[in-house]
Nanobody, 114 residues
Framework: QVQLVESGGDLVQPGGSLRLSCVESGFTFPHYVMTWYRQTPGKERDWVASISLIDGSTNYAESVKGRFTISRDNAKNTVFLQMDSLKPEDTAVYYC???????WGQGTQVTVSS
């Protein structure tokens, strides 16, 4: 059974940092990209960042470029999202997704507020 389990969401002040984790398990077929998305109530889920599981190359949405860093630990089957210089507009539920598959995590809430 495929599972993606996110953790690390919290309430943080503007300018603060958080690190989200996504642990994957149960994949019996190859997948090559892991992504992070985020969603606020009433809006569509937006892509945030992606990382290739082949060569580690990364891509970011313009809104987070320079502030967020996606990385992976293949030995631990974990993908991270380091979020620095957080802004109130980063408040959302963050989801990890195995690119090219229908598998999503359950989401973790990030709230940026003073």
């Amino acid at each position: 059974q495929v599972q993606l389990v996110e953790s690390g969401g919290d309430l943080v002040q503007p300018g603060g940092s958080l690190r989200l984790s996504c642990v994957e398990s149960g994949f019996t077929f190859p997948h090559y990209v892991m992504t992070w998305y985020r969603q606020t109530p009433g809006k569509e889920r937006d892509w945030v960042a992606s990382i290739s599981l082949i060569d580690g190359s990364t891509n970011y949405a313009e809104s987070v470029k320079g502030r967020f860093t996606i990385s992976r630990d293949n030995a631990k089957n974990t993908v991270f999202l380091q979020m620095d210089s957080l802004k109130p507009e980063d408040t959302a539920v963050y989801y990890c997704h195995a690119g090219g598959t229908g598998y999503w995590g359950q989401g973790t809430q990030v709230t940026v507020s003073s």
